[in-house]
Every structure is written in C-alpha cells, then in structure tokens.
C-alpha cells in the first residue's frame, strides 16, 4: 500500500507506512520496552531464593543482608537517580536514539547476567554490577518511551496510549513475579535469559522502525547540575536502603550516624541541585515547568500514590509467604510462586482499568479519572484494616482488585494529563522528572513501610516467641537469644520462601523430640506465632497508604480543567519557550 498522510487534530500530519500508522509502531515498540523494563525490576522478588541458592550464598547470614537489599532495590535506584538526565540528553540529541541506546545497554547486560559462572559473595557481586548497569539501560527506556509517544500521537488519544504504556509497565510488574517463580526453580539463569530474546527483537525493531520527531533543544549539559543531584539522590536513597537493616543491638538501622549522613547529605546536595537550577542557563530540571498547574498537581499525585503502593506488593507477599499460605497448607518453599498467583486479581484490575481510564480522559480530562482512582484507592487501603489475619481469600481478591482498578483509573489519565502539558521540546526532561519522582518515592515507600512492619513487630513478637519456644521445650536461654533476634531476619526468611523457624533454631532443633521438632518447623507454628504483631504494623501500614492516597487525591483535583499545551511551532514557535499556566 502507498504511503499516505493523515490529519491531525493539532494540525500536524500523520505518516502511514505500509498500511500500519507510524503510531502504532511507536506505541508498540515502547510499551515492550517499559514491559520489559518492569519485568525484570520486579522478577528478583520472587526468584531471590533460587538465585541465592544458585550462587551458594545464604542471604539470612546479616553479613550478607546488603547483598540482598541491593540485589532488590539496585535496579530502581539507579533508574531513579538517572532517569530526569537521560530524558534531558533525548531532548537535546534526539528521544529516539537514546531510546535505541537503551535498548542495546539492557540487552547486553541481561547477557551478562544470565551467563554469570561465579559464586558466593563474588557471584553476588557480579550480579548487583550487572542488574545496575541494566538499569542504566531501563532508565533510558523509562526517560524517552512516554516523549516518543507524546511526538508520535495526536491530543485526544495520548490518554489512550499512554494508558496502555503505563499499565503495560504496571503489568509487568506483577509478570514478573509469576516469570520469578516459575523460571527460578527449574534455572535461576533463566530469570535473566527470559529477557534477552525480546531485547534483541526492541533493539533492531526500535533501529528500523522509530522516527525521531521531537523538536530538538541542543544545548550544553548541565554537568554542576547532574553531578549534585546524583550525589544527593545516591546518597538519600541508599541511606533509606541501610536503613531498614538492623544496627547493632537495634532492630533498624536509623539511628546509624551513617545512615543519617547519608540522608541529610543527601538531602542537603539536592538542596543546591536546585539552587543550581535557578541560575545555570540550560538546567537539567526544568523548576520552572512547575508553574504549570496541570505538571505540578500531577507530579504530586503521581509521587504520592507511588508513596501508599510502593511498600503495598512487599507487604501483601509477606503477609501471604509468612502466614496465610502456610496456614493454608503451601510449604514455604513454594509460597513465593503461590505468592505471585494470588496477587493476579491486582494485575487484572490494572489492565481493565488502564487503557479505559486513558481512552475517557482523552475525551472527558485527566482531574475526574485521577482524581476517583485515588479515591477508590484509599477506601480500598481502609477496607483492607478489616480482613482478618487468616482471611477468606474472595475477599481479600476483591479488594485486590478494587485496588487495581483504582490504580489504573488514576495512572493512565495522570500521565496523559501531564505529558499533555509539556512544551514539545520539554517532553523528555519532563518525563524524566516525573518517572524520578515515582521511582524514589517506590523506593522510600518500601522503607516506610517495611518500618511501619518492624515497629509492629519489635513490640509484642519477643515476648510472644520466647513463650512459644519453650513451651515446645527450647532451652530458655537459646529461646531466649533467638527472640531477641531483629525482626528483619525472620521478614526476610519467610519473603525468601525459607522455613522462618528451621532457620531461627538450626542446631538447636536436633535436641529436641522429633514430634516437638516437626511441629515448631510445621505450617502453622511460625504463622500463629506471628499473626498478632504483625497484624498492628499491617493496619499502620494500611493507614499510612489510605492518608497519602487521600493527599493525592486532593492534589489530582487542584490540576484545573483539560489542559493541552499549545501547539503551533510553525506560526508561534515562541510558545515552545512559553510556560503556560493551567486553567
């Protein structure tokens, strides 16, 4: 068929290449990449304990705790901290080739992962270097696949699209988790080799197939700019990090002066990053996008509801890894997998509600969608106080998916909402700025959660486990040791699919009775031991999302009405300098 050209509503033109709209090819080729992306980001969660195995590295040993956290949480803070200056490169040297860069550094480094031969502490090694040069890859996807697909689609279908973006994105997440555990026990290699065969096939279909059609602002880089916040964010996230890792004889690692330096370094360095900001001519962080009403409110809902579901997914596959699926008959060593399949209803509720969201916000505008999807998000975190520990699974399914339609309703148009408001040649800085937003704060939400979780515990579980040890005739003092124990260790063994109480007592199991020993490492011993503590950190936890998300709701009301910036380079191309403010 001839190639031909079709109207636009913004008064561009729309290339037709054999038969297939050049936005569809756009549409396409990023949601693979940003699914790919979040596949892998959370594909770790549930084939950590394979891996480990795998490398012959017991990651319950506290020296080997960092190994962990950073095998967990490398991936999105380094996409987090570098995502803002790669959306700023794709708009000064062309979105498209650093999206094709992005795809080349992902897949060669998913290679690399997935041929590692080393063991122990170097093999862990291997792995961290190689999942964080990957994530250098995924922020180049992250930074430029929401520009290219603002360039490549009219107004009143960027809701649309950007909806199946984000929640092909959002999907990938929850994939991940079921690839995790089906690939980890049959190869943990295969974990990583999954993503290798799409990644050759985006790196040489986005080469032949993407356009370029973003207006360019070269410029000079902003390196004062670039090396204060990555300093800042490096050293705030990875303070959070360390900080959910016992300290001493404390059960975290917040008081560490480190770990306080780390935070307030931090926090400090990104205080001049934005000093800097204001005064440098070509900034990398564009504050001054920030007077657009529709960007600003946006930026704070996104933040925000990242804030109450980041830690969310970690705590709910406790919640069933440590008790409900033991109480249920799953052995621990299979609950991450179970883990993954109960938590589909989430999924599902994303993917029905995403694309639907977006296509209605292209018509109706962003404030109404986002505005009822962080709603119904809080009145779902709230429902949530009410399941039992042991609860009947329809219901926590339904409010499963209450949860991801409310999630859906509000990210497809919120996105949409915002990226309509950038100037063309601001769309690659400003997703950045967005996705670095929602990266850290999913970062900080997992330590603010996982605290909330600790706290509870640290309370009343000692006592609790002390009683129950010996009542099952454990000597008093090793009852007692191991009930003193910080809660992270016994978090993080039921979250690896470990049987919490066979690694608490190790050797002291074998002077026991084989009755008493069997029942102590049984499916219910642990669950019922942990039910009550854990439950007054779950309902803080839940508090906690349902506040933010009410926060964020009122933020998503604030944005204005239906906002687009104009576009008109050719008669005004002043407006593409021009902030303007929202209705």
């Given amino acids: 068929m001839a190639t031909g050209i079709l109207p636009q509503p913004d008064g561009g033109v729309q290339k037709k290449k054999h038969g297939i709209d050049y936005k569809w090819i756009a549409l396409s080729n990023t949601t693979i990449a940003v699914f790919l992306a979040m596949v892998n980001s959370s594909i770790m969660l549930i084939a950590l304990p394979d891996i480990f195995r795998g490398i012959h590295l017991n990651p319950l040993v506290p020296s080997n705790t960092s190994y962990l956290l950073w095998l967990l949480m490398g991936f999105m803070v380094v996409t987090a901290v570098l995502v803002v200056s790669f959306g700023r490169i794709g708009d000064m040297f062309g979105r498209v ?229 033991p109480l249920h008959g799953y052995s621990f060593a299979s609950t991450p997998l179970w883990a993954g399949i109960y938590m589909l209803p989430l999924t599902a509720g994303f993917l029905i509600a995403g694309p639907l969201a977006g296509y209605l916000s292209d018509h109706f505008g962003s404030r109404l969608f986002a505005t009822g999807g962080m709603l119904l998000a809080a009145l779902s975190f709230l429902l949530l106080t009410f399941l039992p520990i042991n609860f009947s699974y329809i219901w926590f399914a339904l409010l499963l998916l209450l949860n991801g339609l409310a999630m859906g309703m509000f990210s497809s148009p919120n996105w949409a909402g915002i990226m309509n408001s950038l100037p063309p040649n601001r769309r690659g800085s400003g997703a950045g700025m967005v996705s670095t937003f929602q990266n850290s704060s999913m970062v900080l939400s997992i330590g603010i959660f996982f605290t909330l979780i600790i706290t509870g515990l ?86 906690f999302a349902f506040a933010v998300s009410i926060v964020a709701a009122i933020a998503s009301a604030l944005r204005g009405g239906k906002y687009h910036h104009q576009e008109e380079p050719e008669k005004q191309p002043e407006l593409l300098e021009e902030i303007a403010i929202g209705e």
Avoid at 481 to 488: A, D, G, M
Avoid at 508 to 534: D, N
């Fill in 97 to 325: 080739k650093m999206f094709n860069l992005g795809f080349v550094i992902f897949t060669v480094f998913s290679i690399l992962l997935s041929i590692s031969w080393m063991n122990g502490t170097s093999g862990a090694l291997w792995l961290i270097i190689m999942r964080i040069f990957q994530g250098v890859g995924g922020a180049f996807l992250f930074a430029n696949s929401s520009a290219i697909i603002t360039d490549a689609f009219p107004q009143n279908e960027r809701g649309m699209a950007l909806g199946i973006n984000n929640i092909a994105a959002i999907g990938g997440s929850f994939i991940g988790l079921i690839l995790g555990g089906l690939l980890g026990p049959l190869n943990w290699h295969l974990v990583f080799v999954v993503s290798v065969p799409f990644g050759l096939l985006g790196t040489v279909w986005s080469y032949l197939k993407l356009e370029d059609r973003g207006i360019r602002t070269p410029s000079a880089i902003d390196w004062w700019g670039n090396a204060t916040f990555a300093i800042g964010l490096i050293s705030l996230l990875t303070g959070i990090t360390y900080g959910i890792m016992p300290y001493g004889h404390q059960n975290m690692g917040w008081s560490n002066p480190l770990v306080l330096l780390a935070i307030f370094g931090g926090v400090v360095f990104l205080a001049i990053f934005g000093v800097i900001e204001t005064k440098v001519k070509n900034p990398m962080f564009h504050l001054s996008l920030f007077r657009i009403r529709a960007f600003a409110a946006g930026n704070i809902a996104n933040l925000l509801a990242s804030l109450g579901r980041g830690g969310m997914m970690f705590i709910l596959i406790i919640w069933l890894q440590g008790i409900w699926l």
């Fill in 458 to 543: 640290s309370a009343s579980l000692p006592g609790a486990m002390f009683s129950g040890l010996t009542q099952q005739g454990v000597p008093a003092a090793a009852a007692s040791q191991i009930s003193h124990l910080p809660p992270t260790a016994t978090l993080f063994s039921a979250f690896l699919g470990y049987n919490p109480m066979q690694a608490l007592l190790g050797p002291v199991l074998g002077h026991l009775s084989a009755a008493r020993a069997h029942y102590l490492t049984g499916k219910a011993f642990f669950p019922h031991l942990i039910s009550g503590a854990f439950s007054k950190g779950l309902d803080e936890a839940f508090y």
